[in-house]
C-alpha cells in the first residue's frame, strides 16, 4: 500500500506498483504516511497517470505516433489521382506538394533538433503532432481555385512531422540502454513501411466509403489528437541522458559544436546518415507516385479505363498498401534474423546486410518499370521483393548504426 502527498491512501497500490525507469521513479509523489483517509477522485486519477507512465507505455505511445505520422505523409499519394483530378494539375503539379513537404520537413529537423535539447520535449512532440493534424483536416476544406494553399498545407504538415521525428527517438534513448533500446528503437521504426501501407490503405478506403477523396484527410488528424493527449499524459520526460549517466558513459554535457565535430568523425555514423538520406530520397519519390504510374500502364494495356468518373478506381493504392504493410513487417523480421545468423561469421554483419539489401531492391524498383509494361501482377511480385529488401534495412541493423 502507497499514500499520496498529503497522506490519503490509494487502493490496490504497492510498493510494487510504483514504476521505475533508468532516470528513478516515475511515483515520485508517492510515499508512506501514518495518517491514512481516502483519496479524492482527482487524486486517485494522478496516482494512476503515474502508475501508467512506464517505459514501455510511453515507448508504445511513441511509436503508434510515428506510425500515424507516416500514415498522414502516404494518404495523399492513396488518393493523389483524384487530388490531382479535381485540382486540375499536371504531374509536375502534383509532384509539388511532395516537394515542398520534404523541403519543409528538411529545413524544420534541426531546428526542433536543437529545441528538443533544451526545452521540454513532450510538449513539442504534443504541439507538432497537434499542429499538423489541424492542418491535414483544414486542407481537406480548400476549394478546388486556391491550390497553392493546398500545397502550403502540405509544407505546414512538414514542419508539424519533423518535430516528432527529430525528438521522439531521443526519448525512448533516454529510457533503455544497449540491446534494449535497439530493440525499442526497432519497433518505433516498424512505423516506415506499416504507417506508410496504411496510409495508402486509409486513403483509398476513406474515399471509397465516402465517395469523396476529401475525406481521406479528415481521419488521421482526430487520431492524431488522441495521440498528442497520450503524449502529454503518459509520456515522461526523462533527463537527457540520463541512461548514458547510469552506465557511466557521459562524464560531462558537451557543447554543440563538440557533440558536431564528433559526429562528423564517426565514420559509421556519416556513412549510414547519408545511406538513409538516399533510401528516403528515392522510395520518397517511388511510393507518392507508383500508384498512379501502375494505374496508368494499365490503361495503356486497356485492362481499365482512364479516370474520368468524380471518384477514381483506389484498387492500386489499396493492394500497394498490403503490400507494404506485409513486406515491410516481414522484410524486418527476415533482416534481424539474417543479421544474427551472419554475426556469427563477421563482426560487420549489420552493414553488410543493409548494403545487399538496398542493392536487391534497387535491382527490383528498376524492373518493376520494365515489367509494368505487359504485367501488373508481375509489376506487383516485383515491388514486393522491393518492399522486403528495403525494410531488411531496419531489421539489418541501420538502427544499430546510428
Not at 495518517?35 to 479524492?40: G, T
Not at 520537413?105 to 535539447?117: C, E, H, K, N, S
Not at 509544407?155 to 533500446?181: A, C, K, M
Not at 516498424?190 to 466509403?209: E, N, Q, R, T, V
Request: hydrophobic share 45%.
Amino acid at each position: 500500500m502507497c499514500v499520496e502527498s498529503d497522506g490519503c491512501e490509494i487502493e490496490g497500490c504497492s510498493s510494487s506498483d510504483e514504476v521505475r525507469t533508468l532516470s528513478g521513479s516515475m511515483s515520485p509523489s508517492l510515499k508512506p504516511s501514518p495518517d491514512l483517509h481516502p483519496c479524492k477522485p482527482g487524486q486517485k486519477f494522478r496516482a494512476a497517470l503515474l502508475k501508467c507512465r512506464s517505459p514501455a507505455a510511453a515507448a508504445g505511445i511513441l511509436s503508434f505516433g510515428n506510425v500515424l505520422n507516416y500514415m498522414d505523409r502516404y494518404t495523399v499519394a492513396g488518393v493523389l489521382l483524384d487530388i490531382q483530378r479535381h485540382y486540375e494539375v499536371s504531374d509536375s503539379g502534383a509532384g509539388l506538394l511532395q516537394t515542398v513537404f520534404i523541403c519543409s520537413f528538411m529545413v524544420a529537423a534541426p531546428i526542433f533538433g536543437y529545441l528538443g535539447d533544451r526545452f521540454n520535449r513532450k510538449v513539442i512532440l504534443s504541439c507538432g503532432i497537434f499542429f499538423w493534424s489541424v492542418v491535414t483536416l483544414l486542407s481537406s476544406f480548400i476549394s478546388k481555385e486556391h491550390y497553392w494553399l493546398f500545397v502550403l498545407s502540405r509544407g505546414l504538415v512538414g514542419i508539424g512531422e519533423s518535430s516528432y521525428s527529430s525528438i521522439s527517438p531521443t526519448i525512448i534513448g533516454d529510457l533503455y540502454t544497449n540491446n534494449s533500446r535497439t530493440m525499442m528503437l526497432s519497433v518505433f521504426y516498424l512505423a516506415i513501411p506499416l504507417g506508410s501501407g496504411l496510409g495508402y490503405i486509409l486513403g483509398s478506403g476513406a474515399k471509397d466509403a465516402a465517395e469523396d477523396w476529401h475525406f481521406a484527410l479528415r481521419v488521421s488528424p482526430f487520431l492524431g489528437i488522441t495521440v498528442s493527449a497520450l503524449i502529454l499524459l503518459f509520456v515522461p520526460e526523462p533527463k537527457r541522458g540520463s541512461a548514458d549517466h547510469m552506465e557511466g558513459r557521459m562524464k560531462a554535457s558537451p557543447s554543440w559544436i563538440s557533440d558536431m565535430k564528433a559526429l562528423a568523425k564517426n565514420r559509421s555514423y556519416v556513412f549510414s546518415s547519408l545511406a538513409s538520406a538516399a533510401v528516403s530520397f528515392a522510395t520518397g519519390a517511388f511510393g507518392m507516385l507508383i500508384p498512379i504510374y501502375l494505374f496508368r500502364a494499365q490503361v495503356v494495356q486497356k485492362e481499365v479505363e482512364a479516370c474520368t468518373k468524380k471518384v477514381c478506381s483506389s484498387k492500386d493504392s489499396l493492394i500497394f498498401g498490403a503490400i507494404t504493410c506485409v513486406t515491410g513487417l516481414l522484410g524486418v523480421v527476415i533482416g534481424a534474423a539474417t543479421t544474427r545468423f551472419c554475426r556469427r561469421k563477421t563482426e560487420r554483419a549489420d552493414p553488410l546486410v543493409c548494403a545487399v539489401s538496398m542493392l536487391g531492391s534497387a535491382i527490383f524498383i528498376c524492373l518493376i518499370f520494365v515489367v509494368a509494361k505487359n504485367s501488373i501482377v508481375g509489376a506487383y511480385g516485383l515491388n514486393t521483393e522491393s518492399d522486403s529488401s528495403v525494410s531488411g534495412l531496419a531489421g539489418g541493423g541501420l538502427v544499430k548504426a546510428h
